[in-house]
């Protein structure tokens, strides 16, 4: 059974930081890594998409690495603003077994000014 | 070009009752899960319909159903509800069914509240 595991829970920083989400799982058969944004109460909004064929992904200030054998992805978020407040979730793809994602507990992140 | 749209956003219930939720999928998208988000459990896979057959299923009671119309919506329904139903519902879409699986794209969730 795949476990997804996120480490830290929460964290907070000052604006303008780099910082470094962490996202470990216990099962390398996975098709792909997705890395989400969730601001209270609303739904999910999709930040990037890693196949694992892949080793990185990049968006603006956002960029996801994905090692398929040793089970990590790291989502990097570079000058932190305020608004990148919000709890990030990163969840896992199966291979070959439809779009069934298995997610980690997320991360917490506030940006202070 | 219009996102998930997830109706209702916000329902109240009585424990005993039954709910219907419903997800409209992205143009053109024709699988559609669902999940369920707690604070304790956090998010949990419910169920996954691809031209409408299930073709997932997750670790959940009998009482949580779903299915899936010609034109890619979807409907879960849950029967005989108890506090612990009691999350925020979201619905995902995306362009293909099993095996492969793709980017995935939610909606704002619905939130049930049993009391």
């Known amino acids: 059974k795949q476990e997804v595991t996120q480490i830290p829970a929460a964290l907070s920083v000052p604006e303008g930081e780099n910082l470094v989400l962490n996202c470990s799982f216990t099962?390398?058969?996975?098709?792909?890594l997705q890395w989400f944004r969730q601001d209270p109460g609303k739904g999910l909004t999709s930040l990037l998409l890693?196949?694992?064929?892949?080793r990185e992904q990049t968006s603006g200030r956002l960029n996801a690495s994905l090692d398929k054998s040793s089970g990590r992805s790291t989502l990097y978020i570079a000058a932190s603003q305020p608004g990148d407040s919000a709890t990030y979730l990163c969840?896992?793809?199966?291979?070959?077994?439809?779009?069934?994602?298995?997610f980690g507990g997320g991360t917490r992140l506030m940006v202070k000014p | 070009k219009a996102g998930v749209t997830q109706t209702p956003r916000y329902l109240i219930k009585t424990r005993g009752q039954q709910v219907t939720l419903s997800c409209s999928p992205i143009?053109?998208?024709?699988?559609v899960s669902w999940y369920q988000q707690t604070p304790g459990q956090g998010l949990q896979f419910l169920f996954e319909?691809?031209?409408?057959?299930?073709?997932n299923k997750g670790n959940f009671p009998g009482r949580f159903s779903g299915r899936q119309f010609s034109n890619s919506r979807s409907e879960m329904n849950v029967s005989t509800l108890e506090l612990g139903d009691s999350a925020l519902y979201l619905c995902?879409?995306?362009?293909?069914?099993?095996?492969?699986?793709?980017?995935?794209?939610f909606g704002q969730g619905t939130r049930l509240t049993v009391v």
């Open positions: 099962d390398s058969a996975i098709y792909n």
């Open positions: 969840a896992v793809g199966p291979y070959n077994a439809g779009n069934m994602l298995t």
């Open positions: 995902a879409s995306s362009t293909m069914g099993h095996p492969k699986n793709t980017e995935a794209f």
């Open positions: 890693i196949q694992s064929s892949q």
């Open positions: 319909y691809f031209s409408e057959t299930q073709r």
């Open positions: 143009s053109g998208h024709r699988s």
